[in-house]
């Protein structure tokens, strides 16, 4: 069992990042015939118009520099992925782990999950109240255990016994996003690695005012997550219930497979599908995506998608809207 919980605990994001990466990812460029070429790409949710949240992306291009660098050296991508999503979690900075969002019944339930695009395998969790990382939750699913979805309070034990890491509820800054616009804030990740291995994360507090076990599709694979070695790995953010419905991740690599589809127009072609069938903009939202050669796609069809990317050719670059910087 790989010790994922046992490096949580470094003073800075980025040596939790690093720690992290170092502990779980042995160079994975000397088991394969490396490429050159790797990408990264990540989101913190939808943004609402005006509300330029400098905090999000000044932290998402820290952490970029970080994994450009992992990657550089041969990381692996799912463990990039695990690790960019889990210090995301842990920053207080986003809606999943530490400043997960109230459910109508003024308590946290998060969801999670991540796929490794070279075995199709995938772990998650949803509805968990007091795990500190759902991403590695949802990462020991996968690798502890025979099965793909572990959900609610059965569930919650189950990934205690397999080691997910506990705290206690005041560990939550409930409601931290009052101030903002938009309460939205969930987190993904996408990466190709060098070894051309594709993986796909996605966490969330869900949204604001949520019915208690309620579930959003971000730890739903095919809805908001999901990848394939030789297509894309992708991350959705947005009304869950219509991610769901159209299978969005899923939907763009099956207009990638059967329809040729480049992953720009397979990405863009899912998000205008839902934004036409939501009524006042209930099927807005944003994903992003990268395929096998590193092209990324990041279209959203609310006001803005906090995402930012890096790639061997891109130093990281971060925004909220049109402009990345
Ligand atoms: N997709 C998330 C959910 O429905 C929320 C979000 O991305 O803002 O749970």
Known sequence: MKKINAVTVASTLAMAFSTTLAAVSPATAETC????????IIHGGTAKAGNVPEARLSFMREILTDARADLKRGAEALDVVEALVATMED?????AGKAAINNAGGFVETDASIMDGKTMKAGSVASLKLVRNPIRAARLVMDETRH????????????NDLGAEKVTADYFVNNAHHDEPEKHGTVGAAVLDRCGNLA?????GGYDA????????SPVIGAGTYAKNGIMAASATGHGEFFIRFTATRAIAARMEYGNASVTDAAQATI?????????????GGLIAIDTEGNFAMPFSS???VRGIASNTQAPVAGAFDEME
């Not at 949520?210 to 599709?217: A, F, L, S, T, Y």
């Open 200 to 204: 796909a994360g996605t966490s969330t």
């Open 91 to 95: 920053s207080g900075l986003f809606n």
């Open 33 to 40: 015939d490396a490429q050159e070429t790797f990408g990264v």
């Open 210 to 217: 949520k019915i208690p076990g309620r579930v959003g599709d």
């Open 148 to 159: 793909v979805m572990m959900v609610g309070d059965r569930g919650e034990a189950a990934v």
């Open 272 to 284: 205008d599908e839902m934004a036409a069938a939501g009524e006042d903009g209930a099927g807005r």
């Open 303 to 305: 006001d803005g998608m």
